[in-house]
């Protein structure tokens, strides 16, 4: 199937037996979808046109997102069968049911992935980049090696006899560790042990080399293996291998609970020990250290994989930093909107002239940065109101909030404490945001806080006026320079109030009715988005235009995916760009045939949350209604969640989202796959070569049209153009 769909029309859909519009097989499962979403990750590493380095960073994200996949979607499906829930999910599997295509699945992608990394390892040595094993060590390496270890490693490791009287210990979610079968000198009595290997240290360290251009690397677990004599120096090695644990890491937390921050403190503390999900042990390990392990671990061989290669690939991103620029992906340095700098940096008069649209990372996220810092310092702000779902350990958008507070400034900071894997950061920032004077609000038990919202109020003459920011990512400086995301800057006095009602809704219980132009989640966004396909449906059936394009990173709800195939029906032409997830079948004959989706994954991470509908008119359009959303279509985003979905009206915004970026990631074929209506994806190799067309190539190379300023808009390129 052709990844272009800007400009290819739809193909013909195809019969798929037992799939209609009341079979679960019309909705596609989730873990097997993103299954398939981290299979096109590890795809990239075999992306001969990538650098080296690059693609091997994919092996590790890939093996990193594995992990995360099993600590949380596996470990729930496994509570439920242990629990004896065997109720249907809406595709018709049952948990086990899903659990047993997972688990074939996964182990092939385990597979796959050490084949990848082997054949990515081959490449490296061609380029004087050696990862060593022990035999390959020098005298002079093994002296370095030992003086690295005295110095760097032997005052955090610490070796642990397994015997009666030392039990076997606790091994952490994600930690790697040696077991060793030793026998004492001269002595045929032998000891069991373990050694944890510190996860504080580097997993990869870089040995002397006499050619500059060359680059010599041994990991941890050597390092540590050459060592035996001094941490062990009355015992001889008989055998070896190397484990790493996975561990059941979602949170439960009371819904009573009085002090939220004291549970969630205690339910981080009991995700450390949560039960093993998966195992992951050398091939060939000796048989009773396998026994031990297995016994004190408490798995059985369904839990675990057995490695022919190197546990915990998704160190080797230290390779990807020590390996040279030139195998890496040439550095690309974020734009700053002309129009910020023909306002000298002031960016209040910036948005005061007309509404702004940032794409990142293309576009600084450092304007968001500095929005904040400008409104901490200028005495005519009186108050500021902020949404933190995920952010930096060092995070300057706290930095400025608790300067604003200390300035005497009225200062709220929605924190949320469910962000997972970020709950004790947010915990930690939150606390040093309340000794700065910020009202920390913590949001509701029950739901998340996925808004990404500023609200700054500044006095101007003699009036009150909102400069509002709303985002599709997080407030995080670090992953907003990998992550595609939307900043929209205005300072539209309807749009001020939404937000208003927004912060009240959450800091106080006070239902937000009344909006504007802001859809919020949990009360209004689901029908709000019903309601606009049956407005498409409607100008289908009346022989109007009726298209939809949508861009998120998942898709699961079942009541918005079967509207979309009645609106298929009705002959609304439909594209989704769906990053990860998708419970969608597209192409299906008497179901979905106007519905097409396709997956971007490329260089930078698509984050953004777009929805276009044609309104009557055919897309492109300057009268079609534009949204930017923070929430994908998931049933916890649009039922359980805090989440906002903005209407766009600023014509210059509008052709930005619609001509450059919902165009571009339609048209790209070099970083698309296409999903198919048997539920597999493809990608589009006829269009990979030279004339293949690179969205994010597009973004970096071209600017983009809100924040050109008094430039002008002349020597910005549109793939469409706005209808009138």
């Not at 009991?270 to 031990?292: F, H, M, S, Y």
């Not at 400086?477 to 006095?493: G, R």
């Not at 989440?643 to 210059?652: A, F």
């Amino acid at each position: 199937m052709k990844a272009d769909f800007l400009n290819n029309a739809i193909e013909a859909s195809k019969k798929i037996e037992g799939v209609n519009n009341i079979s679960p097989k019309r909705f596609l499962n989730r873990e097997l979808s993103w299954l398939a979403f981290n299979w096109r990750v590890l795809e990239l590493a075999q992306d001969h046109t990538w650098p080296l380095l690059e693609r091997i960073r994919m092996v590790s994200i890939s093996s990193s997102n594995l992990d995360e996949f099993y600590t949380v979607r596996v470990a729930g499906l496994r509570e439920l069968v242990r629990s004896g829930i065997t109720k249907l999910f809406p595709d018709g599997l049952t948990p086990q049911e899903q659990l047993n295509l997972i688990d074939v699945n996964a182990r092939s992608l385990s597979e796959a992935q050490q084949i990848t990394w082997n054949n990515l390892n081959t490449e490296l040595t061609e380029n004087k980049i050696f990862l060593l094993e022990q035999f390959q060590l020098t005298k002079n390496d093994k002296i370095f090696l030992e003086k690295y270890f005295l110095e760097q490693i032997f005052p955090i490791v610490s070796p642990l006899a397994v015997d009666p009287a030392h039990p076997f210990p606790f091994i952490h979610s994600g930690g790697l560790a040696i077991a060793l079968h030793l026998e004492m000198k001269n002595r045929k009595k032998t000891l069991q042990a373990l050694l944890p290997i510190p996860a504080n240290a580097a997993r990869f360290i870089k040995l002397p080399a006499k050619d500059d251009k060359c680059l010599r690397i041994v990991p941890l677990e050597l390092v540590l293996l050459q060592a035996l004599n001094i941490l062990f120096p009355s015992y001889n090695l008989v055998g070896h291998c190397l484990f790493r644990v996975l561990r059941d890491s979602d949170l439960e937390i009371e819904d009573e609970s009085e002090d939220l921050v004291r549970e969630f403190e205690t339910a981080l503390k009991r995700r450390v020990r949560g039960d093993v999900v998966r195992l992951k042990i050398t091939k060939d390990a000796p048989k009773n250290l396998k026994d031990l392990i297995f016994n004190e671990l408490h798995v059985d061989q369904t839990e675990v994989i057995e490695v022919d290669g190197i546990l915990g690939l998704e160190d080797l991103n230290e390779i990807c930093s020590m390996g040279p620029k030139t195998l890496c992906w040439t550095s690309y340095k974020p734009r700053m909107p002309e129009r910020v700098k023909d306002f000298n940096q002031d960016i209040f008069a910036a948005v005061r002239r007309k509404d702004m649209l940032l794409h990142h990372p293309y576009e600084s996220f450092d304007i968001v940065v500095k929005f904040l810092f400008q409104a901490a310092h200028d005495p005519n702000v009186v108050a500021i109101k902020q949404t933190l779902y995920r952010t930096s350990n060092q995070s300057p958008i706290v930095e400025a909030l608790c300067i604003a507070a200390e300035a005497g400034k009225s200062v709220t900071a929605i924190v949320e404490l469910k962000a997972r894997f970020d709950e004790a950061t947010n915990i930690r920032l939150s606390k040093q945001m309340e000794q700065a004077g910020v009202h920390v609000v913590y949001g509701f038990i029950d739901m998340k806080t996925h808004a990404k919202v500023s609200s700054i109020v500044r006095r101007e003459e003699g009036k009150l006026i909102n400069y509002t920011h709303f985002g599709t990512g997080n407030y995080h400086p670090i992953t907003a320079n990998v992550y595609s995301d939307l900043s929209f800057f205005t300072c539209s006095s309807s749009l001020g109030k939404d937000a208003t009602k927004l912060f009240n809704y959450v800091s106080g219980y006070a239902e937000a009715e009344g909006l504007n132009h802001l859809s919020i989640a949990p009360s209004f966004l689901f029908n709000d988005l019903l309601a606009y396909i049956d407005a498409e449906i409607n100008a289908a059936l009346s022989g109007k235009p009726a298209r939809i394009w949508a861009k998120m990173n998942s898709i699961m709800e079942r009541n918005i995916i079967d509207a979309l195939y009645k609106a298929s029906q009705a002959g609304v032409k439909i594209d989704l760009v769906v990053r990860g997830i998708c419970g969608v079948r597209p192409g299906v004959k008497g179901l979905s045939e106007n519905i097409r989706v396709k997956s971007v994954v490329g260089r930078f991470l698509e984050h953004s949350r777009i929805v276009c509908f044609s309104n009557g008119v055919d897309l492109p359009h300057k009268n079609a209604l534009v949204f930017i959303s923070s929430a994908d279509w998931m049933g916890r985003n649009l039922h359980a969640r805090v989440e906002t979905m903005v209407k766009i009206q600023n014509q210059t915004v509008k052709a930005q989202i619609l001509n450059q970026i919902m165009a571009a990631n339609l048209a790209d074929t070099r970083n698309s796959w296409v999903l198919n209506a048997d539920g597999k994806y493809s990608r589009d190799t006829e269009n990979l070569g030279e004339v293949s067309f690179d969205c994010h190539r597009f973004f970096m190379e071209n600017p983009s049209l809100s924040g050109r300023g008094k430039v002008g808009a002349k020597d910005v390129p549109e793939l469409t153009h706005l209808n009138d």
